[in-house]
């Protein structure tokens, strides 16, 4: 992975505490071998430790090292992929029970808060914006798609009422949703691992798996140790890399970046979003900014499929929060990281079983804050055999990414075509 990846982010310095983890060392015997500490790896063993089951978790870095820790935070509604592409698949009446497991993912997010104490700055509200003003036509059908899902707390904002919100005047109106929102990612996550542990799960750090057995009794080795389990959960998501070979070409991960300012004080951040909601443009290539619980604006976007990271990453992507925010200008950026998403080619989240007791989740496709979550707990109750939510979610198909020297060439011309096409429409 580019080292940048690794430069401190403003959830990094901003995290609460959480205890190191201790390397695996040696045997160990579980119930539930989970590969991953990120969202989708931890909202599963939390369900099944919570069940009575003897969870181990083995990640490769530390809690939260992944898309969990680094994502823009923001709480969107539905699929990357939006509705359509999997009524296609799976027909209208089964693509609307995918959705309410979407609408689920949401409530379970804000149960979890709740109920295992979470701070992690949470608040409602997501604006999206459209930059052309041709585009009003596209909010309306979306609104009308969303009511009839029976998601009915949206409203839409004329480009007037729209700048009554935002210090800019660079779109042309929205549609507002009450029920998506943002919050601070990595605390979220590091509250999941904090729940799991107190219910029983081990979660390993510095423990990445080298080799895993994904046959009927499975196995996960690490440099150091050996995990052996009634199941397997894999959820190495974009991080996975060869791991599982099975898994590679499944989903194909893209850089993408952040900056966060210095603090702007609640005056200044709130001329800039008034009511603090998440805000994201309908673009492909989207840009979405939000303000932090300490007065930020933290401003992401700018994807890149040739999987290089841009050398100067603040200088990077400044430039496009200064085209929406002008007044920034002399604002200092105190924080730029990025990460890897998982995209599958349709941009619907991939999940399946490798074999009778090992199973998957990834490719989120940059929407997976709220998914992976139920993702997760959807994978719990296949393990304790409930699995009609999970397969109706894996009967969805994906084709593979081409491997070998065509992989990233092809991901490039897409991206250049989404751009251009950003740029014309
Ligand atoms: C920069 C960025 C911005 C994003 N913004 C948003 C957003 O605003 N809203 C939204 O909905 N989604 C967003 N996403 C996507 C979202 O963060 C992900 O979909 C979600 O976090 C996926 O969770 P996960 O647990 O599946 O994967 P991850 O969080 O990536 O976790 C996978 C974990 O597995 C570990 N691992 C991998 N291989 C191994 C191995 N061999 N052994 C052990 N451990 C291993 C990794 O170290 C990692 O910790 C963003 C992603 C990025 C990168």
Known sequence: MPSS??????????AQAFPAQPALRGEAVADVCVVGAGYTGLSAALELALAGYKVVVLEAERVGFGASGRNGGQICTGFSSGQRKIEAQLGKDDARKCFAL?????VLLKERIVR???DCDLKWGYLHTIPKA?????LTAWKDEMDDLGCTDTSLLSKAELEEKLGTHIYHGALREAGAGHFHPLNYCLGLAQA???AGAMIYENSRVVEADTGSNPFARTAQGRVSAKFMIIAGNAYLGRTV?????????????????EPLGTERARALIRDGEAVANTKFIVDYFRLTGDARLLFGGRASYSTLEPVNLGAYMRPRMIAVFPQLAD?????AWGGFIAITYNRIPDCGRLSPTVYYAHGYSGQGVALAGIYGKLLAEAVRGQAERFDLLARIKHLPF???????????????YFRIRDALS
């Open 5 to 14: 990846l690794d430069a401190t982010s403003y959830y990094q310095a901003t």
């Open 102 to 106: 979407a609408e689920e993912s949401k």
């Open 116 to 118: 295992h104490k979470i």
């Open 134 to 138: 041709h585009q009003f036509g596209e």
């Open 196 to 198: 799991a542990v107190a």
């Open 245 to 261: 070979p099975k898994l590679y070409g499944r989903v194909m991960p893209v850089g993408s970046y952040i900056i966060a300012t």
């Open 331 to 335: 604002a200092k950026i105190a924080f």
């Open 402 to 416: 081409p491997g070998g020297v065509l992989r990233t060439p092809m991901l490039v011309a897409a991206m250049m």
